[in-house]
């Protein structure tokens, strides 16, 4: 399978921007960022239905930059497995660097991932970055 769209996911403050700011210029892909997302359509509603909102927007650009024969990483929390199922990534990172982040509602919401390509277990985006091009055979 080619990969096309990649979700590095995790709670707040788990280091998913710098994972895929790392990343990206690697693959040369193309970064889409919840937060910036979310501030381009300025919409901050983070209750259940604007969870699947925002999954399913980061979907379409996600669709709209690979139709333009780019790959894409996608950097948001995706805190349940319906708002993944939702993304639906080639494959999925799970940041699994914090037990806690610092929005409760979303550490109450967030359930871990069952499946994942790779689970990243401490800050260190450079070594990681390493390792998911080795697993990714580049």
């Known amino acids: 399978m080619k990969i096309k769209k990649i979700l590095i996911m995790g709670l707040p403050g788990s ?20 937060d910036e997302i979310r501030k381009k359509y300025n919409d901050w ?23 333009e024969g780019k790959i894409v990483i996608a950097d948001f929390v995706c805190p349940t497995e319906n708002t993944r199922e939702i993304f ?16 409760e509602d979303t550490n109450n ?11 990243v277990e401490s800050k260190n985006a450079k070594y990681w970055v390493e390792e998911i091009l080795k697993k990714l055979n580049k």
């Open 15 to 34: 280091g998913k921007t710098t994972l895929a700011k790392e990343l990206a210029p690697r693959l040369d892909a193309i970064i889409l960022n919840a």
């Open 45 to 67: 509603d983070f209750s259940p239905e604007g969870r699947i909102r925002q999954s399913n927007r980061m979907r379409d650009l996600a669709k709209a930059i690979i139709e």
């Open 88 to 103: 639906k990534p080639d494959i999925l990172i799970w940041l699994d660097t914090i037990q806690k982040g610092r929005f």
């Open 109 to 119: 919401l967030f359930k871990k991932p069952k499946n994942f390509f790779l689970k």
